[in-house]
T-cell receptor, first 114, second 113 residues
Framework: NAGVTQTPKFQVLKTGQSMTLQCAQDMNHNSMYWYRQDPGMGLRLIYYSASEGTTDKGEVPNGYNVSRLNKREFSLRLESAAPSQTSVYFC?????????????FGPGTRLTVL | AQSVAQPEDQVNVAEGNPLTVKCTYSVSGNPYLFWYVQYPNRGLQFLLKYITGDNLVKGSYGFEAEFNKSQTSFHLKKPSALVSDSALYFCAGGSGNTGKLIFGQGTTLQVKP
């Protein structure tokens, strides 16, 4: 079991460039989440997918789009990167949407936008 | 608005001493509360959770947390700290069936030999 995997691990972009962060889980979980982590601010939810075929905005969705490709994969796209999107991005999955369950996190993608 | 707060940016403790990392919450309805730990350059790992029932929750690596409804707190504790416990700790909370968690800003725990 690899758990939650994320690619790439590191990325440097120039302002205006686009990229897609990939996330996959092999635990047959229904719900998946994208967070960003900034110093002193904890983790903030960008988008989530409660189940395959559904996506919803979180706390900070502006500048991002997501795709729940199938039950395993949930990608995050930056269409036109901005320096304010410099952050560490974490993908997480959870067995079901109820909060009885804990979330499992990937290792993160460290993104720098110049 | 719902919120989770960790009032200390950093907690320093000597190895072998008890440790406490504080967390307070403001969550509507019955809260679900979690503690996660993050080691350098790693993702978050689940430590323990409070859903309902006993106010003292035991988790991984000898950690425990006490749910206090009147003080809206969920402090993380360990009777005897290890140097290897040094990490960034996050408290998180939520309610209902959204699956959405609100995270505190994190507390760095430094355990010195």
């Amino acid at each position: 079991n690899a758990g939650v995997t994320q690619t790439p691990k590191f990325q440097v972009l120039k302002t205006g460039q686009s990229m897609t962060l990939q996330c996959a889980q092999d635990m047959n979980h229904n719900s998946m989440y994208w967070y960003r982590q900034d110093p002193g601010m904890g983790l903030r939810l960008i988008y989530y997918s409660a189940s395959e075929g559904t996506t919803d905005k979180g706390e900070v969705p502006n500048g991002y789009n997501v795709s729940r490709l199938n039950k395993r994969e949930f990608s995050l796209r930056l269409e036109s990167a901005a320096p304010s999107q410099t952050s560490v991005y974490f993908c997480a999955s959870m067995r079901a949407r109820t909060l009885y369950n804990e979330q499992f996190f990937g290792p993160g993608t460290r993104l720098t936008v110049l | 608005a719902q919120s989770v707060a960790q009032p200390e940016d950093q907690v320093n403790v000597a190895e072998g001493n008890p440790l406490t990392v504080k967390c307070t919450y403001s969550v509507s309805g019955n809260p679900y509360l979690f503690w996660y730990v993050q080691y350098p350059n790693r993702g978050l790992q689940f430590l323990l959770k409070y859903i309902t029932g006993d106010n003292l929750v035991k988790g991984s690596y000898g950690f425990e947390a006490e749910f206090n409804k009147s003080q809206t707190s969920f402090h993380l504790k360990k009777p005897s700290a290890l140097v290897s416990d040094s990490a960034l700790y996050f408290c998180a909370g939520g309610s209902g069936n959204t699956g959405k968690l609100i995270f505190g800003q994190g507390t760095t725990l430094q355990v010195k030999p």
